[in-house]
């Protein structure tokens, strides 16, 4: 990898990409003023000006990449996301994107390529060295978003009998080091890792100590086919600054640090939010058409359960035709049951990425939410009770409206928790699936309800 470039400090410390500087670019971009835009993208940090790109057209795009030429900073790859990475890789072409790369760390880079189609990867695989082509390769051939795939392959490894001494002079004169490390990784003969040495500890231990005596025991090794939610897991639990990875064998195969963590809770979040409401999480950069593609299979099965819950008012039909008041009414007893399960559905499906619910405790929460539900449900139904009477002065009405409302709000607060709890059980992502099937219980249990209690009671 070759030796980054220092750059001077950025004078603006606003947070984010500055309005005005943003359409100082775009107007730089209109006029195609190559200057203008060198001084403008100068002031940017890499992050905000990925950013940017991604607000940008293709044609704009087009013609910052082009004004950048090379002075492109290789680290802008690594912060895009997408269509809009591929877009950039195919501007720059192949041996940009290769001269790119070999600048990376090695998790940025192989996040890079993997984001190519199979073409490009060829090409850009073709104009790399030896050594980056097979050390991409190697990333690659993991499985995605597993601790193979995130980690550093460049990692600070020293043997278990060295001395503090030697190890300092080790850190001193060793040319090819990750550009940043928090920790040194302590390994045995057969390179299997035995412990971990935060540097401020060894600035501060006597030089003729061996680093063994100075170490903590590796505790929290990790696999390389081990999911990066697990590895994040790992990290929130046991406050990490790094960790070492290994391979099958148990050897030494890189490293994930806090600053590739961070990255992978922002995406998980972000992927199970987007997931609850059935769109993906590059859907802003997509084509119209592929946009429509990937909503329409969300649709259609909403459309199949609004079909259902459509069916079971069907079945009342006759008491809808007597008591018009019943059709006024309806939607608000499946909205708040809808709306509590929201509530519930939210924190079920966070907690369980997180591992705060389990097989261990499920049977507490669950009863907590419908505990929740009942009291949310008896203090609604007391007052859309008295609603129902001051509206259409019928206090039948009202008891009907009320008892409703607590039905579908306890049954909407154990749907809430239990779906996500049982297709976690079956190794489906409550994130995906879990939004449709808690939309169709509230809705049919809060009209089979309502409208169940209105025959029997009210005609």
């Known amino acids: 990898m070759v030796e980054p470039q220092l750059r001077e400090p950025v004078e603006d410390t606003a947070v984010g990409l500055d309005e005005a500087v943003r359409g100082e670019i775009v107007a730089a971009v209109e006029a195609e003023d190559t200057n203008a835009l060198r001084a403008a ?23 910052l990449i082009a004004a950048l030429g090379d002075d492109l900073d290789p680290e802008l790859l690594s912060e895009l996301h997408g269509p809009v990475l591929t877009e950039v890789m195919e501007l720059i072409g192949p041996r940009g994107t290769a001269e790119a790369l070999s600048q990376l760390d090695t998790d940025d880079a192989v996040y890079v390529l993997n984001e190519a189609d199979d073409e490009q990867q060829r090409e850009v695989m073709a104009e ?10 190697s990333g690659l051939s993991y499985p995605e978003e597993s601790a193979g795939r995130l980690m550093q392959r460049d990692v600070v490894a020293v043997a278990d009998f060295w001395t503090v001494g030697r190890v300092l002079q ?3 004169r060793e040319a090819d080091l990750p550009d940043r490390f928090y920790e040194i990784v302590v390994i045995d003969g057969d390179r299997r890792p035995v412990g971990t040495v935060p540097l401020d500890r060894i600035l501060r231990t006597n030089a003729d100590l061996p680093i063994g005596m100075i170490m903590e025991p590796a505790e929290h090794l990790v696999p390389v086919d081990m999911d990066q939610e697990e ?9 990490l600054v790094s960790a070492a990875v290994v391979d099958r064998d148990g050897r030494l195969a890189g490293a994930v640090t806090a600053d590739d963590i961070a990255d992978v809770i922002e995406a998980e979040v972000e992927e199970d ?9 590059t859907d802003i950069q997509e084509t119209v058409w592929t946009t429509t593609r990937t909503r329409f299979a969300w649709l259609f099965v909403n459309l199949g359960t609004a079909i259902l819950a459509s069916a079971v008012i069907g079945m009342f039909d006759a008491a809808i035709e007597k008591i018009v008041a019943l059709a006024i009414l309806m939607p608000i007893v499946a909205s708040m049951g809808g709306n509590a399960a929201t509530q519930t559905l939210t ?9 705060e619910l389990t097989t261990a405790n499920a049977r507490r929460v669950v009863l907590k939410e419908a505990l929740v539900g009942a009291i949310n449900g008896v203090v609604f139904a007391a007052i859309v009770g008295g609603i129902g009477f001051l509206w259409f002065g019928d206090w039948e009405l009202g008891l009907v409206f009320a008892m409703s409302m607590i039905i579908n709000m306890v049954a909407g607060a154990l749907a809430g928790v239990m779906i996500p709890l049982v297709l976690d ?10 939004g449709v099937f808690v939309t169709t219980v509230t809705d049919v249990v809060g009209f089979f309800a309502f409208l169940g209690l209105a025959a029997l009671l009210l005609l």
Request: no cysteine.
């Open 347 to 355: 924190v079920a499906v966070r907690t369980l990425a997180t591992k």
């Open 273 to 281: 939010a987007m997931l609850l409401g059935g769109v993906a999480e």
């Open 128 to 137: 790399l060295s030896v050594e980056d082509r097979l050390m991409l390769q």
């Open 41 to 63: 993208v100068d002031r940017l940090h890499v992050a905000d000006l990925a950013d940017l790109i991604e607000q940008l057209s293709h044609e704009q795009r087009r013609i």
């Open 170 to 172: 080790y850190l001193r």
């Open 425 to 434: 059980r079956f190794g489906i992502d409550p994130a995906i699936a879990s």
């Open 231 to 239: 590895v994040a897991f790992l990290f929130q639990q046991y406050r």
